[in-house]
């Protein structure tokens, strides 16, 4: 799975890239706040993880799958947005999220899983200034 790609994850990929890096189960689950249950149903193919999982996963194993922060309020996910320059078209595109999803992430009673805060970050990390609101470059 290259780096930053959100798209197509599939349960082989998922497990292929936990294989390469050792990871157990209950580690991924940690580093994304979340269940081990949920990592398990994507591996298995019971449900699809997000479309933004491969973003998450970049930035997990950036900070070495430690244990992940706490939820993100939405009002704080709003201010990071604003403060990096995303628009709510752009980052949805780029996560391959619903537009309706990242608005509910902006607002201030949202708690934000900690799964979205990584990829927001890796997203923002990849992703040139010009680029996050859509704007042509020049």
């Known amino acids: 799975m290259p780096a930053g790609d959100s798209h197509g994850l599939s349960p082989e990929e998922l497990r292929d890239w936990m294989a ?3 990871l157990e189960v209950g580690q991924l689950a940690a580093a ?3 269940a081990p249950m949920t ?12 479309p ?4 998450a996963l ?6 070495a799958f430690a244990a992940a922060p706490p ?6 996910f709003a201010a990071l947005m604003d403060e990096t320059g995303w628009s709510v078209s752009r980052l ?16 201030p009673e949202a708690d934000v899983a900690t799964l979205a805060q ?19 470059f020049g």
Do not use: K, N
């Not at 990592?39 to 997000?50: I, K």
């Not at 970049?58 to 900070?63: G, K, R």
């Not at 949805?92 to 607002?107: K, S, Y």
């Open 58 to 63: 970049t930035a997990a194993e950036a900070d």
């Open 52 to 55: 933004w999982l491969g973003l």
């Open 92 to 107: 949805a595109t780029v996560l391959g999220a619903p537009r309706r999803t990242i608005q509910r992430w902006r607002r």
């Open 71 to 76: 939820p993100m309020a939405g009002g704080e």
């Open 20 to 22: 390469l890096r050792d």
């Open 39 to 50: 990592v398990t149903r994507w591996r298995q193919g019971y449900t699809a993880p997000p």
């Open 118 to 136: 990584l990829a927001l970050r890796t997203a923002t990390a990849t992703t040139p200034s010009p680029e996050r609101t859509g704007t042509p």
């Open 32 to 34: 994304l706040g979340v």
